[in-house]
């Protein structure tokens, strides 16, 4: 097939498939083939997923790959003065991505054409066919077209013998082998050439059926060998045909002789183990949990397994070993049981849930979405014993400050770290494993290894004692809080608020279950109550002690305030008898802080307290019975307080008499005059700027403004305005909590039972 | 900085919470011991000298002799699932067919059953500290004699064996599913370990971890195994410690005569068949004000790293070397225990 007539073939297929015909987007449409059915499903999480990773892959270095494959397919530019070098560029960036992520089964269908043409040199050549890794498959339609290309005998005998090579060790990998198998006879023929001899041997070895079994075949291999004495290869395929057609060979091979084919996937060694783990990646459905490392880490000290994950596989292999004999059908009509590489989707494990055979290795279950499932609500023991301890081990072997010198698995721990994290999420729920890996390895934490993943662990501890925990876990990771960096807390701190969540999540979710399973904690609502109190009000003193620590930062206020505002729902959103407020120094932190969206955000937390607060009155009220979870009146007492504060500060001017008391005479020594209303909403520093800015919209030419104008009924299109700025905080917290009268006044919630 | 009090709770629950957490499950359990484990010092600060008539009657003297006298390289082994003492025939099979699969890849065809290897399982009957231990087993690998007319059993290749010495503290944690065998000892090639230890993970979904010994570890072993009466004595007790420095790191070696080390060992030792935690540190700082007067290195310094008495010799790698016969199990029953705390 000359080069012109391939040219057009491709852009044949193009217009078929996308009505273009520029050859140029033929690389994009082949994603785009490639991507409908997938991409709705990849998550950010699609990492191990090769159409996902090169979906994401960087844009440059697609584009690199493109321009690179363009540049093959032009062919070299004889004018060009810099050509060697743009050759290199091209080839580099073609070995780095096909050495990484592989090249998509089109890639490797015009380079493979372009190796084989011998349009550019021999070493060129060699260096295009050592990288035809592909992706995930070979189409079997390139293999036929590069077979033609050595009919016409334009390469070199050595890029004819890499390219048997490369046949021979990518043959798994081709996708279909019909055509290919059609061309039995013209590979036949090359067993003539000394030098491919052994390379065509072990393909036709690969390729072999009964049919191609045929007298002149086998009169042929005898003549061959007849001439070439014993040659291990011809006996591999002489006594392969001896096998299918044992009347036609007469010839005593030797029985009990090992025979060997020269080696030929050692060029490709780490490549194939790559694109197998590729291909052995679960099944399409389930792409949101991509999981599994992503490339192939090196053998080092691993008992030869690629990764730190197993690979999935059935366990028939132990369940048979229990009986004495086994038979041959036992083994394949394994009635009753189901296959777990059969397993592709959610309604099949449903179906075959009873009688699903598992892996042999239960570690393999945190690469398959659906086994995970499995493991999350079967309670049999074995299984979730065998799971543990093979993620403790794992854990503590690959954890990479245990030992020195071991940093440059670094990024493997990551991603097996990320892996469990993935899972986690996706159970919504935490390994007992990862817990008692924290145990051990949070003492010996730096704080900045792994950062983001070790934190995720701490977040996704499952719910437990605190007063149990605190010991190993929290007081570890207070020490690294108070000498660590502003960033490290507020991470400390959100993950701390997610950890909350997936303790009142859990919480919620096993008080409505509780008649139906059994939960693995026999607790008491009580305790479990207790538990959360302490942790919140153990971040309550972190969050205390780093305010001071960091000069009130603001953005570290931030993150305190999102944890009170899943603290100040809890018995709204979770269900949960469970009402704890924030620490004063939290409080007046926020209240007198000159961040307009802090002050919001603290408006929008009373709020909700004040709901909370209500609606666990409005409870009590209701059922009369003394309930074990009343509110003790200090709760409400310490809410009415804060209240009276922040409406003191902010609404009634009058700041200093309840709530923070201060005295008056310290309060004249300062030499303001006017401190009564100095924070309230207009003169508040975080609001003052709003009250300029409303006062300049009401006149813009007023050359000075005075903020002490706005009263009556400018006061409450002043407020309108502050609304209509985004601070929904505020606009809750003063519809709930003022009442709207002459005299403005707190509104508290009565404590006495006498609402 | 704060002091960290918790305030009043308000739920006014009655008792502390750790009264409801009664572990339901044998997870729960395990992570409750692991929380001991953790929060408090991590071995008992008394151990039993190894008592010399704890080996069961039944041994095999033949097999316990094969067990002297060899390096062994130390692993610990989560419980095997599914293992059963009935199909060691089988086993030996399969691993056989494993072996050399493994050792052919690569290789395109094998013609005939030519193995040039066996694989023989067979149990250690009676090793083991009580009756609740599961039994030890033996696995060899032998090759076999090439020609047809000398059908005997040929050369040891690798050995590996698997054990419980006074297990307890696993073996109440697991279910009749489970295998105990926490100590995994090797001796051979590593590359034969490596594929025993695949096929032993993939068959019954066990986990096998070096074993180091870190210096702590080591120094209970000096004290322990010189508090042993031996009736003549093989080897010098000798110490070695490491000292980083480079380009190469220094040796020291330190040797005693074993009755002078016995002696400083009486002079310690109070309370018959008991060791305790203070007696092991003074008998160490004995070793080092010994060794500073002399030669003003202060030993505490550096690392020990390799332990040799004429009961065993042990090193900080995960070697380990048993010499006396009549210790054997006491000597087993230690490094069991750190094998359990290194899986637990």
């Avoid at chain 1, 380079?111 to 043409?117: D, E, G, H, K, V």
């Avoid at chain 1, 053998?299 to 009986?323: A, C, D, F, H, Q």
């Amino acid at each position: 097939m000359s080069p012109q007539k391939r040219v057009k073939n491709v852009k044949a297929q193009n217009r078929i498939s996308q009505g273009s015909n520029s050859f140029q987007t033929t690389l994009s449409a082949w994603k785009v083939k490639q991507g409908p059915s997938n991409s709705k499903n990849i998550s950010k999480h699609g990492q191990n997923n090769p159409v996902g990773d090169y979906e994401h892959a960087d844009d440059q270095a697609e584009d690199a790959l493109q321009m690179a494959v363009e540049y093959f397919e032009k062919g070299p530019v004889k004018t060009s003065q810099n050509k060697d070098k743009t050759l290199e560029k091209h080839l580099k960036t073609v070995e780095n991505v096909a050495w990484k992520n592989g090249l998509a089964s089109e890639e490797i269908d015009v380079l493979l054409n372009i190796a084989l043409s011998g349009k550019f040199g021999n070493a060129v050549n060699t260096r295009i066919l050592k990288c035809m890794i592909p992706a995930t498959v070979i189409s079997q339609d390139s293999v036929v077209k590069a077979v033609s290309w050595l009919c016409v005998d334009k390469c070199s005998g050595s890029t004819k013998v890499l390219f048997y090579r490369w046949l021979v060790a990518m043959f798994d990998f081709i996708d279909r082998k019909e055509q290919i198998n059609l061309l039995y006879g013209f590979f036949f023929a090359s067993l003539q050439d000394d030098a491919l001899c052994p390379y065509v041997c072990h393909l036709l070895y690969l390729l072999t059926k009964k049919e191609n079994v045929k007298p002149f075949r086998v009169r042929k291999l005898l003549d061959l060998q007849a001439k070439m004495g014993m040659q291990p290869h011809l006996q591999a395929l002489l006594s392969l045909y001896k096998f299918f057609a044992p009347a036609l060979i007469s010839v005593s091979l030797p029985v009990r002789k090992k025979i060997y084919f020269k080696n030929s996937e050692n060029l490709w060694k780490m490549a194939l183990l790559a694109v197998k783990q590729r291909n052995q990646g679960p099944s399409p459905e389930p792409l949101k949990l991509m999981l599994g490392p992503a490339n192939v880490r090196p053998l080092k000290r691993k008992w030869n397994s690629l990764s730190i994950i197993p690979v999935l596989n059935s366990s028939s292999y132990t369940k048979e070993y229990g009986k004495k004999e086994v038979s041959l059908s036992d083994c394949l009509n394994r009635s009753g049981s189901f296959p777990l590489e059969q397993l592709k989707s959610f309604p099949q494990l449903l179906q075959n849930i009873h009688c699903l055979e598992l892996p042999s290795q239960m570690g393999s279950v945190l690469n398959n979405s659906l086994l995970l499932h499995y493991i999350n609500c079967v309670r049999d023991e074995p299984v979730l014993l065998r799971f543990y301890y093979w993620l403790s081990q794992t854990l503590q072997e690959e954890c990479i400050w245990y030992k020195v010198n071991n940093y440059e698995h670094g990024k493997e721990f990551t991603n097996f770290l990320d892996t469990i994290i993935r899972a986690e999420c996706f159970l919504q729920e935490g390994f007992y494993s990862c817990e008692a890996f924290l145990y051990k390895s949070l003492p010996l934490w730096d704080g900045l290894c792994c950062r983001s993943q070790f934190l995720q662990l701490v977040s996704w501890i499952p719910f437990s004692s605190f007063s149990e925990v605190k010991p190993l876990l929290f007081d570890h990771l207070a020490q690294l809080f108070f000498t660590s960096t502003i960033y490290f807390k507020c991470s400390v701190l959100q993950s701390l608020k997610e950890l909350l969540q997936n303790w009142l999540l859990w919480l919620s979710m096993d008080i409505h279950m509780k008649p139906v399973t059994n939960s693995p904690l026999e607790t008491t609502l009580g305790g479990s109550m207790n538990s959360v109190s302490k942790l919140i009000h153990y971040v309550g003193w972190l969050s205390t002690t780093a305010m001071r620590l960091e000069s009130n930062s603001t953005f570290l206020l931030h993150f305190i305030l999102d944890f009170y505002e899943k603290v100040c729902d809890i018995y709204i959103n979770y269900n949960l008898p469970l009402v704890v407020l924030f620490p004063p120094g939290i409080f007046y932190s926020a209240l007198l802080s000159l961040d307009t969206s802090i002050l919001n955000q603290l408006c929008f937390i009373m709020h909700r307290y004040r709901k909370n607060l209500t609606a666990a009155k409005k409870n009590e009220l209701v059922q009369k019975t003394k309930s074990e979870f009343n509110f003790s009146s200090k709760t409400y007492q310490e809410f009415n307080h804060y209240l009276t504060s922040m409406v003191g500060c902010l609404w009634t001017s009058k700041p200093f008499g309840k709530g923070i008391y201060i005295d008056p005479e310290i309060l004249e020594k300062t030499g303001v005059t006017e401190y009564k209303n100095s924070l309230n909403v207009i003169h508040h520093p975080s609001f003052l700027s709003y009250a300029v800015s409303f006062l300049l919209q009401e006149s813009p030419e007023e050359r000075t403004v005075n903020v002490s104008s706005i009263q009556g009924k400018k006061w409450s299109w002043y407020l309108d305005y502050l609304f209509s700025q985004g601070l929904q905080g505020l606009k809750l917290f003063i519809r709930s909590s003022v009442h709207h009268s002459s005299v403005p006044r707190a509104e508290g919630i009565n404590y006495n039972n006498q609402y | 900085m704060d002091s960290y009090d918790v305030p009043e709770s308000t739920p006014s629950a009655s008792s502390r919470p750790e009264d409801y957490f009664v572990g339901a499950t044998p997870l729960q359990k395990r992570l409750e011991s692991i929380r001991k484990q953790t929060s408090f010092i991590p071995t008992p600060p008394r151990r039993k000298v190894p008592q010399c008539s704890q080996l069961q009657e039944d041994v095999d003297p033949q097999k316990v002799a094969f067990l002297l006298h060899k390096q062994w390289t130390l692993y610990s082994l989560t419980p095997l699932y599914k293992f059963s003492y009935s199909n060691l025939k089988e086993y030996s099979r399969l691993l056989n067919a494993f072996i050399v699969a493994e050792k052919q890849k690569g290789l395109a065809v094998e013609v005939g059953e030519d193995f040039n290897i066996k694989v023989i399982f067979s149990t250690l009957l009676g090793m083991k500290g009580t009756q609740r231990d599961p039994e030890a087993f033996l696995v060899q690998i032998l090759s076999k004699s090439q020609l047809p007319s000398e059908n005997r059993e040929g050369k040891v290749l690798w050995t590996g064996w698997f054990c419980c010495i006074f297990g307890d503290s696993l073996l109440e944690t697991v279910s009749e599913d489970f295998t105990c065998l926490p100590l995994f000892l090797a001796n051979g090639a590593e590359s034969n370990t490596a594929i025993i230890g695949t096929w032993f993970q993939k068959t019954f979904d066990c986990y096998f971890s070096p074993l180091t010994i870190n210096a702590f570890n080591l120094s209970w072993m000096a004290a322990m195994w010189t508090a042993c009466k031996v009736d003549h004595y093989v080897a010098t007790t000798e110490f070695l410690w490491s000292v980083p420095c480079s380009p190469q790191s220094l040796d020291i070696s330190y040797a005693i005569h074993p009755e002078d080390a016995k002696a400083l060992w009486d002079s310690i030792h109070k309370t018959p068949g008991e060791v305790t935690q203070e007696e092991v540190d003074l008998f160490m700082d004995c070793l080092y004000s010994h060794f500073h007067r002399h030669f003003k290195i202060h030993l505490s310094a550096t690392r020990l790293v390799r332990v040799s008495t004429s009961v065993a010799s042990a090193h900080t790698d995960g070697k380990i070397k048993i010499l006396c016969h009549k210790y054997l199990i006491g000597v087993l029953a230690y490094l069991t225990e750190l094998a359990v705390f290194q899986i637990e």
